[in-house]
């Protein structure tokens, strides 16, 4: 919380990323990423998983993310 982040990207082996339960912890409601609405789940078998998909598929996804929020930066 300390950090503020102004994107939060989540992913979680067997099972759904909760972005509502993030903004559901005491105190995150003021972090930048969740006042934003910038809390996203990457699945896992496009991140976590040891294959070519990570470095594809994951990383397309973490730069359409960032570079979304880039954009509205101005």
Do not use: Y
Not at 19 to 41: C, L, M, S, T, Y
Not at 51 to 72: F, S, V
């Amino acid at each position: 919380m300390k950090r503020n982040p102004d994107i939060i990207i989540g992913s979680w082996c067997g099972r759904k990323f909760r972005p509502d339960k993030v903004a559901d912890r005491e105190g995150w409601g003021e972090i930048n990423a969740v006042k934003n609405n910038q809390v996203f789940e990457i699945k896992s078998t496009h991140i976590l998983q040891p294959e070519p998909a990570a470095l594809t598929e994951g990383l397309d996804q973490i730069t359409m993310i960032m570079n979304n929020w880039h954009k509205h930066q101005k």
